[in-house]
Each structure stands twice: as C-alpha cells, then as structure tokens.
C-alpha cells in the first residue's frame, strides 16, 4: 500500500524541481526527503526518481504516480473537510502562513481568539515574498495572509481558492517624535522634507517601490543613502532619530513608542491585504473558526489604526 504522507512529499518534488526544494517546502530535511521516496519507491515496486550525483528528476513511472497521486490529495482533503464538518467542532492543526508585517499585527488577536478552542492548534509562520498562495495552493498550509499592491481584484476563476479582503493598508509617513512633521497640527509637506535623510527597503521591495514612486511624484526622484532589511528595523532607525521613512501602516501594530506618524496627503500608495484558503478546506471548522478570528482581528487593527491616524488639517 502507498503511504499517503510519502506521496504528498513525492508530489512536492514535482512542484519544486528538486530534493532541496521540497524539503524547504514541507519543512523537512533533503536527507528525510530522499529517505522518504526510497521508502515510496519501494512501496511502489519501481523507481520513482532518476538520480545522479547532483540531481534527481521524475522517472515515467514517477510522473504517472505524481499525476495520481494529485487526484487522491484532493480526493483525501475533501473527505477530510466532509467529516470535519459533520463533527461541527474545532480540531486539528490549523497552519497560516503570512507576510513579516502580517504575522506581527495579527498574531496577538489570534493568539487570544483561539485560545477557547483547546482541542485546536494554530501554526503561524511568516512567509518568504510572494509565497503564501503557493503554500495554499500546494496544501502546506490552509491560509495565507497576502498583501496585494496592483488594486485589482484577485483572479479566482480557477475556482480553487477563496481570497477574502481584510484591509487597505496606506503609507503613512513616520518620523521621530521630536521632529517639527510629528505636530499633527501642521499640514503634511513632503517637499519640506526633500532633504532629510530617507530610510528604506531594499530595491525591488513593494513597499520601497511605493516610497519611490511617491516621493518623485512630490519632490523629484528621492535620495535615499540607506537601506534597511524589514520594517522593523527602520522603525526603530526613525524612533532613534537616524531618518525618516514611509511605510505601510500596518507596520506600526508593532509599536509606536519614540514615533511620529502621519496620513500622506493626496492619493498615497496602499496595499490590500487578503487571506487565501482552498475552497475546499474552508467548511472545515478549525479553519473556519480561524477566518473569523482573521476577520475579526483585521477589523480591530482598521478602527485602531483610523484612531492613530486622524484626518490631517487642510493645508489651505
């Protein structure tokens, strides 16, 4: 008989292209993952990969069971979500994955949410960029908290996952909290501050790309000498008196202390944040009791960061 868990990792192999890859994937070491497929290989009765000193790819045979071996996950996790449902309580691991900023703001609401349902445990991991649906998408985990940047509505015409929209995320300004542009009575001017010293994210980052393209729509093409990996790391540079910076506002569920921070006048850049599950895994009750909570954390973090941020003065 094949092993299930053996066939998912086999499955992972495909998806990545390599040992490595998979391992990374599922969390596993490439040793554990090469000892599993030999087992599957054996179960099997043939070779699944073809191996060489420094790589391995699929054999016939592994492809045809990698494309059975996809229609029995999916045919395992529906009957998974039918009986969970029919238990009609919240059991099981729960595993969601999120972007750095994400999994700060929203873990404590979880955390606290979830603690009512002891026969449940929730796994919450940040994410590599621009992986969260690929983790959904590949059953590694049931949520992904994913920011969006384009303002489009997402593409689920495959019909495999639900996207819910949580929040819009705006840029806000932030500087030190003895700077002159932290007095909320003073109208915002970014062009006053077109030569401070600016803080950013990495080239290529999302949110680098909105402080650029803000700052050359208001002040010309932005000199910004230093760059900071993490938000959290520029928070703390501008609570230290080291720059000034803009930034998502959900950066700021991370603390405010030695800050200042604004709204940004006229049409600031602004992220959307969604969580992502398979359809087919949403009638299961643990994740279902987890995108509530979700929603419910996202709806204290809005009315806690439209408290923080009031509506700048009119600069007429």
């Known amino acids: 008989m094949l092993d299930l868990r053996r066939l998912r990792i086999l499955h992972e192999f495909s998806r990545q292209g390599s040992i490595a890859g998979a391992a990374a994937a599922l969390g596993y070491t490439p040793a554990a993952v090469s ?59 729960v595993s969601v994955t999120a972007f750095p900023t994400a999994a700060v703001a929203f873990a404590p609401a979880l955390a606290h949410s979830l603690r009512e349902h002891t026969a449940m445990r929730l796994i919450l991991r940040q994410a590599l960029k621009g992986t969260g649906v690929q983790k959904v998408s590949e059953g590694s985990s049931e949520i992904a908290l994913i920011d969006d940047w384009s303002g489009r509505t997402p593409d689920t015409a495959a019909g495999k996952l639900r996207y819910y929209h949580l929040l819009r995320d705006p840029m806000v300004l932030v500087v030190p909290e003895t700077h002159p542009m932290a007095d909320q009575e003073r109208p915002v001017d970014l062009r006053e501050l077109a030569e401070e010293s600016w803080l950013a994210t990495p080239s290529g980052e999302p949110s680098r790309r909105a402080t650029d393209t803000l700052l050359a729509n208001v002040v010309g093409a932005p000199t910004t000498a230093w760059e900071f990996e993490g938000l959290g790391t520029i928070l703390s540079l501008v609570a230290r008196g080291i720059g000034i910076a803009t930034v998502p506002s959900l950066a700021l569920t991370a603390g405010t202390a030695g800050l200042g921070f604004r709204r940004l006048p006229g049409d600031a850049p602004v992220r959307d944040v969604y969580a992502v599950v398979r359809a087919a895994r949403v009638r299961r009750p643990a994740v279902n009791v987890t995108l509530q909570a979700i929603h419910s954390a996202a709806h204290d973090i809005n009315r806690t960061l439209s408290a923080e941020l009031p509506v700048e003065p009119d600069p007429s």
């Open 35 to 93: 000892q599993q497929i030999g087992r599957l290989e054996r179960e099997a009765g043939t070779p699944l990969l073809d191996r060489t000193a420094r790589s391995a790819e699929l054999t016939d045979s592994g492809r045809l069971l990698v494309q059975h071996a996809e229609q029995i996950l999916a045919m395992v996790e529906a009957a998974e979500s039918v009986l969970a449902e029919q238990t009609d309580a919240a059991v099981g691991e």
